[in-house]
């Protein structure tokens, strides 16, 4: 309880970026991890537990249309960025469209190019996609054709709840506030990740350790 919890990693252990929208090796996302809130997760459980998808944000499962092409997820209150903010749909819209944004160049485009509009935004022809419509907690995401899957890849870290205005970097965002239960207010590349303790967080996961 408290205290700082000191990790020490090989320099080329391979933690590529802080920046939800490219981190993309284990190191990376074992760090974002704590930093996360997402709409659905896996909770902090040894297996079989640990491996079954539940709410996080989001209030229950999404409801999903007749057609098994539309999502709607209505998220929970009480969860806030570590500057006090509420979280809500527009944080995880914007979590999207900066994984589409061409100048990104995103691993993640495989989890999101089959959304409605993604294709115009990949262009370069508009910011946002069409299909994904955010509406105080309401977020509603529609696809081009059903994929079962779907609620399952809400649970990257590349759909961590960012702020609405964060903004478009390819070299990526290296401080920002973070909605999980730590977020990060130092990142040197090769050199150092300081986190610290979310003060508003508003989630159920363990957050233990000042820093």
Known sequence: ????????????????????????????????????ARLMAYPDKPAPAGFELQPEVAASFPSVSRDRKT???????????????????????????????????????????????????????????????????????????????FPHRTASTYFCAVPPELPIDPEGVAEYHAAGPYYVVEYRPGERVEIRRNPHYGGRRPHHVDA
């Open 71 to 149: 999502y709607t997820f209505k998220l929970r209150s009480g969860f806030r960025f570590s500057d006090g903010s509420p979280v809500r749909a527009s944080a995880f819209a914007r979590a999207i469209n900066r994984v589409l944004a061409p100048e990104m160049k995103s691993p993640a485009l495989l989890l999101v190019r089959d959304i409605v509009g993604a294709g115009r935004v990949l262009q370069g022809k508009s910011e946002t996609a069409s299909g994904i419509v955010a509406r105080g907690n309401t977020l509603t995401i529609r696809l081009t054709r059903p994929a079962p899957d």
């Open 1 to 36: 309880q408290g205290g700082i919890f000191r990790i020490i990693l090989n320099a080329g252990a391979g933690i590529d970026s802080m920046d939800p929208a490219l981190a993309s090796s284990p190191p990376g996302w074992a760090l974002l991890d704590t930093t996360c």
